[in-house]
Structure formats: structure tokens, C-alpha cells
Nanobody, 123 residues
Framework: VQLQASGGGLVQAGGSLTLSCAASTSSFSPANFDMGWYRQAPGKERELVAAISSGGDTKYADSVKGRFIISRNNAKNTMDLQMNSLKPEDTAVYYC????????????????WGQGTQVTVSS
């Protein structure tokens, strides 16, 4: 399985970016998997940003609720993260994953991670 994340960049505070993750595999359908976005800022641990189940249920970190929207297109095996009202503290490398969404929790237990895309928000 390959996960390709894209869409990162430099944006001013208050601006918007949309990240995309494309899953490619010949062995199974990513549409059957739950997916999520993590981020890691310098000197900090990787943290869950948002997750979406195969059926469309969503979960967000408190820090991004009301600002970020996660979505997926199962026909295209893609997942997007629309990020609005960006803040300098959103600066991080963002990673997409396949995993398990259960009991309103997300577990990146597939072992599959994208290569990361850098998001930098200037103040």
C-alpha cells in the first residue's frame, strides 16, 4: 500500500489549505479502511488531527474542531483535510494513515503511513 500526501505549503495565519491523501494498492480496497491525519511539530509527539471511518463517521482533535473538515472519496481512494482559519500552532508535518475507527477512537494500526507534507503557518 502506498499513501501519497500532498497539498502542504506556507500560508499566513487565518488562511486555508487543503491536504489530500491518495491510497494506491493492488491487494485490497482502501475504501474498506478507516483513515486519519496525524501531525508532528518540531520537538513534539505525533498527534491525531482527524479521522474518518469507511462509513463517513468523523473525529477531530479539540484544537481543530470547527476549523478543519475531513472527507473521503471511496471511489477514488482519496482523503482530504480542509484546513481553515489556520494558526501558527498548526505548523507541522502532516501524515495520512490507514487504521481502525472504533468507539469514537482512531488507531493507526495498519502500519501504513504517507510520507508527510509540511504545513507552515506564519503569524
Amino acid at each position: 500500500v502506498q499513501l501519497q500526501a500532498s497539498g502542504g505549503g506556507l500560508v499566513q495565519a487565518g488562511g486555508s489549505l487543503t491536504l489530500s491523501c491518495a491510497a494506491s494498492t493492488s491487494s485490497f480496497s482502501p475504501a474498506n479502511f478507516d483513515m486519519g491525519w496525524y501531525r508532528q511539530a518540531p520537538g513534539k509527539e505525533r498527534e491525531l488531527v482527524a479521522a474518518i471511518s469507511s462509513g463517513g463517521d468523523t473525529k477531530y482533535a479539540d484544537s481543530v474542531k470547527g476549523r478543519f473538515i475531513i472527507s473521503r472519496n471511496n471511489a477514488k481512494n482519496t482523503m482530504d483535510l480542509q484546513m481553515n482559519s489556520l494558526k501558527p500552532e498548526d505548523t507541522a508535518v502532516y501524515y495520512c494513515t490507514l487504521g481502525t475507527y472504533m468507539d469514537n477512537a482512531y488507531y493507526p494500526n495498519s502500519g501504513y503511513w504517507g510520507q508527510g507534507t509540511q504545513v507552515t503557518v506564519s503569524s
